[in-house]
Every structure is written in C-alpha cells, then in structure tokens.
C-alpha cells in the first residue's frame, strides 16, 4: 500500500474515535502507542533511564505539554521548577514504593492528550518478577508526516535501548483523559468494532498479568528472547513468519520486534482479520497471557470488558482450538509436558515449551502428549517452566 494511500484511509476513520462531552471538550482520540513491560523498575539505574525517556520526549513535544501527574505529594503545576522537584523524587523514592509520572499535552486531567507519556514502576519487594511499564503516546497523524516513520522507529529503538523490554507491543489506541472511568464504554466499543486497537485504559493495572507472558499480537510485538526460546528459538520463529513476506523481524538488546506489516492495522472487523497479525498470533499463542480469574481489562462498569469478554479480547486473532499434539520431531512442542510416541512404545518423554521433538534412528517420529489439556475455546495450555 502507498503511503499516500494510507494516510488518505487513516483519516476517514479517525473521525469514529474523537467525542467530544457537552461542554465540547475532547474526551477521546486516536493515538498510536509503544507500550513496554520490563523488570527491575525498582533499581536506581533503570529510574535513571526511565527518565531519559521522559526528558527525550519533553525535547521532542516540550512546546505543547502542559498537564503532568505522578506519585509523590505536591508539585501538581507542570512546571519546569516542579520537573526538577519529580525528577529528584524518582530518583530518591525508596526501593519499596512504587513511583510513576503522566506527561502530556492535554489542558487537565478532563481532557483526552495527542501524546502523553506515562510510566509505573514496580517494587523490590516484587523482586525481579514483577513488571514496570511505561506507554509512550504519539499522535495519530505521527505517521502521515515524511519523516513519520523514521521518526517513530527510531522512538522504538531508543525505548528498547533504554529499557530492555520483556515483552510489549505498538500499534493503535485510544487516547482518553486521565480521569478516563467515565470514557471506558468508548473503548470497549471501539475495541469490538477495531480488533486491532490496544487496550491501554487499565495498562497500569492489567500489567501484573503479564509478568511471564505476552498479551498478544498488534503491528509490533516486542518480545524478550526468554519468550523465542519458548517459541522454539530464533531460527524457527524466522522461519514460520517468512512464509508471509509483509512480516518483518528485527532484533533490540535482549529480543525480537516482529513488526506485522508496513503500517499498523485499523480495519474494521467487518472488512476481516489481518492475514499478518493472524500470523503472528498463531506462532506465539504458547506464551500469550493466561488471564488469573477475575481479570478484566476494565473495571466492570456497564457496557465496559468484563471477565468473559476480556478472554474472549485476548483471543480476538484465533481461529479455532489451539492443536497441541501430535507434534512432529523437529518441530517445538507448545507446551511443557509428557509425552509418548508409538515409534518407541512403553516411553515417555519430558519436552519443554519451545524444545525440538527428537527423532528417532530411522527419521521422523510423531509424539503425542499424555498430559496438557485445552479449554473449551483452545486458548489455556498447560503450566509453562
């Protein structure tokens, strides 16, 4: 597709994402997002690159930010003395308390921002389990612009440079205002009308889910190599996803970005899936999210995600049961567990999540799992190591 093409499609849709209340204030709009989960939040040196980002990004948008919200007391002008006052709160906060700060352009906390970035960090006490996050905003025609693209990947790899990413993921979003509670109907709507819109509202909350998973696919899916070992190594995910030319894939320190397309998806679900993103998701299926009971990506309010319809989000891009045996050798199982093979009878064999099933002296052999079982809708496998 054309760039010009792009742009011109893009911006007949923006119109379905910008509301306005009745004092015509803009409650939501789109944004595009890169969203980062990564460990060791708590540690002075990560703080420190932390807010390098947050100084990168007021370089970048300095003239136009004038709302900023955080953890600490007091300090609520955005104001180049009260930057100063956050910045040393961050970096002097105590290993045990969370710390996280909101910048953006919006008037107050009332209005929906063009950009924003925004960042909560985790606790010691969590160890090195738990997630920090941090969610950078760029408004939606960042891409139209010439240098657009330039501009946005080089946003990329400087976040993943700093940060060091686990998991995380880019693509389209909607921008509500800080006091968003109100605006989640907006979001649960448009996200079943646009199954390629992240769902950002409760990030801050939802990210405890994600401490050994990924919560799916989108344009860019950013995920740590610990995860492409599970996936059955990096030879073996380039090759699944060079069977569609339009995915590319490219490494940061640490991991893999595998970017789903050209541009980031916004097709209505009546226009179809993205043969891309339907790729991506069918390879790391495995290590996506498994939800603990109750999560929901909003906080139960009418017509907003709940328990069920939060599941039902996350699998959006399947396209029926996740088949995890039989598995040939030379291919990596799905999951962790026991398995046995009619080539070698009365023997069971332990292969872990991404490991290659061997073969026999006389070539292929075909296993089959003893012990993992699948849910009704094929989307929860079995514990992973």
């Given at each position: 597709m054309q760039h010009t093409e792009y742009t011109a499609l893009l911006e007949q849709r923006v119109p379905e994402f910008t509301f306005t209340d009745n004092n015509d204030v803009v409650i939501s709009r789109l944004g595009l997002s890169i969203t980062l989960f990564f460990k060791r939040g708590y540690t002075l040196e990560?703080?420190?690159?932390?807010?390098?980002?947050?100084?990168?990004?007021?370089?970048?948008?300095?003239?136009?930010?004038?709302?900023?919200?955080?953890?600490?007391?007091?300090?609520?002008?955005?104001?180049?003395?009260?930057?100063?006052?956050?910045?040393?709160?961050?970096?002097?906060?105590?290993?045990?308390?969370?710390?996280?700060w909101t910048i953006s352009d919006a008037k107050n906390m009332s209005e929906?921002?063009?950009?924003?970035?925004?960042?909560?960090?985790?606790r010691e006490a969590g160890g090195d389990k738990k997630n920090s996050y941090l969610s950078l905003v760029l408004p939606w025609f960042y891409l139209k612009e010439t240098q657009g693209m330039a501009r946005f990947n080089d946003w990329l790899?400087?976040?993943?440079q700093q940060l060091e990413p686990d998991s995380g993921d880019c693509g389209y979003c909607l921008n509500m205002p800080f006091d968003f509670d109100d605006y989640c109907p907006l979001e649960y709507e448009l996200a079943k009308r646009y199954p390629s819109l992240q769902v950002n509202a409760n990030v801050f909350a939802d990210a405890m889910q994600y401490t050994n998973s990924s919560r799916g696919v989108n344009w860019i899916?950013?995920?740590?190599?610990r995860y492409i070992k599970r996936l059955g190594g990096e030879n073996w995910v380039r090759q699944v996803l060079s069977r569609d030319p339009a995915i590319s894939i490219e490494p940061y320190p640490g991991g893999l970005l595998i970017r789903a397309g050209q541009y980031p998806d916004l097709t209505p679900v009546v226009a179809g899936l993205s043969p891309h993103y339907l790729?991506?998701?069918?390879?790391?299926?495995?290590?996506?999210?498994?939800?603990?009971?109750?999560h929901s990506l909003h906080s139960y309010?009418?017509?907003q995600f709940d328990e069920q319809s939060t599941l039902a989000w996350y699998a959006r891009y399947d396209q029926g049961p996740?088949?995890?045996?039989?598995?040939?050798?030379?291919t990596?199982?799905?999951?962790?567990?026991?398995?046995?093979?009619?080539?070698?009878?009365?023997?069971?064999?332990?292969?872990?999540?991404?490991?290659?099933?061997?073969?026999?002296?006389?070539?292929?052999?075909?296993?089959?799992?003893?012990?993992?079982?699948?849910?009704?809708?094929?989307t929860t496998l079995a514990p992973q190591s």
């Amino acid at each position: 597709m054309q760039h010009t093409e792009y742009t011109a499609l893009l911006e007949q849709r923006v119109p379905e994402f910008t509301f306005t209340d009745n004092n015509d204030v803009v409650i939501s709009r789109l944004g595009l997002s890169i969203t980062l989960f990564f460990k060791r939040g708590y540690t002075l040196e990560k703080r420190e690159k932390i807010l390098a980002c947050f100084s990168r990004f007021r370089a970048e948008f300095g003239t136009h930010l004038r709302f900023h919200t955080h953890s600490f007391k007091g300090m609520k002008k955005y104001s180049p003395e009260n930057i100063a006052k956050v910045e040393d709160s961050i970096r002097n906060k105590g290993i045990y308390d969370y710390g996280g700060w909101t910048i953006s352009d919006a008037k107050n906390m009332s209005e929906a921002p063009n950009c924003l970035m925004r960042y909560l960090d985790s606790r010691e006490a969590g160890g090195d389990k738990k997630n920090s996050y941090l969610s950078l905003v760029l408004p939606w025609f960042y891409l139209k612009e010439t240098q657009g693209m330039a501009r946005f990947n080089d946003w990329l790899t400087y976040l993943c440079q700093q940060l060091e990413p686990d998991s995380g993921d880019c693509g389209y979003c909607l921008n509500m205002p800080f006091d968003f509670d109100d605006y989640c109907p907006l979001e649960y709507e448009l996200a079943k009308r646009y199954p390629s819109l992240q769902v950002n509202a409760n990030v801050f909350a939802d990210a405890m889910q994600y401490t050994n998973s990924s919560r799916g696919v989108n344009w860019i899916t950013v995920l740590d190599k610990r995860y492409i070992k599970r996936l059955g190594g990096e030879n073996w995910v380039r090759q699944v996803l060079s069977r569609d030319p339009a995915i590319s894939i490219e490494p940061y320190p640490g991991g893999l970005l595998i970017r789903a397309g050209q541009y980031p998806d916004l097709t209505p679900v009546v226009a179809g899936l993205s043969p891309h993103y339907l790729a991506v998701n069918q390879l790391i299926r495995p290590i996506r999210v498994q939800p603990q009971e109750g999560h929901s990506l909003h906080s139960y309010g009418i017509n907003q995600f709940d328990e069920q319809s939060t599941l039902a989000w996350y699998a959006r891009y399947d396209q029926g049961p996740l088949s995890l045996s039989p598995l040939e050798s030379g291919t990596p199982a799905l999951v962790t567990g026991n398995w046995t093979t009619p080539s070698f009878p009365h023997t069971m064999r332990i292969i872990k999540q991404g490991e290659m099933a061997p073969a026999g002296k006389a070539g292929e052999v075909i296993w089959w799992d003893l012990a993992s079982e699948v849910e009704d809708d094929g989307t929860t496998l079995a514990p992973q190591s």
